[in-house]
Nanobody, 117 residues
Framework: QVHVVESGGGLVQPGGSLRLSCAAS????????MGWYRQAPGKQREWVAR???????DYADSVKGRFTISRDNAKNTVFLQMNSLKPDDTAVYYC???????????WGQGTQVTVSS
């Protein structure tokens, strides 16, 4: 059974940093595009960042310049370094694995990030 497990969430003050991790297993991690999404209370899930199998990255405008996505294929892990955090970044953050020719996508259970003083 596929496992996608996020970790690293928590409570942080505005301006602080967190590093999220997503560990994956039982699928060919290296060929998948990996992404981070988030869902704030009362809002729809939104895309945050993605990194392709070749290492290309892309970010939502709201996090560009503050968040950095990276991957370690040897460890089947994707990371999201979040700096200069704002209260609006408060959400449950989800890891996603996507391949254009393979169904379905894989999702983790999420990790809570709370930015508050």
């Amino acid at each position: 059974q596929v496992h996608v497990v996020e970790s690293g969430g928590g409570l942080v003050q505005p301006g602080g940093s967190l590093r999220l991790s997503c560990a994956a297993s039982r699928f060919i991690f290296s060929i998948y595009s990996m992404g981070w999404y988030r869902q704030a209370p009362g809002k729809q899930r939104e895309w945050v960042a993605r990194i392709t199998s070749t290492g290309s990255t892309d970010y939502a405008d709201s996090v560009k310049g503050r968040f950095t996505i990276s991957r370690d294929n040897a460890k089947n892990t994707v990371f999201l370094q979040m700096n200069s955090l704002k209260p609006d970044d408060t959400a449950v953050y989800y890891c996603n694995a996507h391949h254009p020719a393979i169904e379905p996508d894989y999702w983790g259970q999420g990790t809570q990030v709370t930015v508050s003083s």
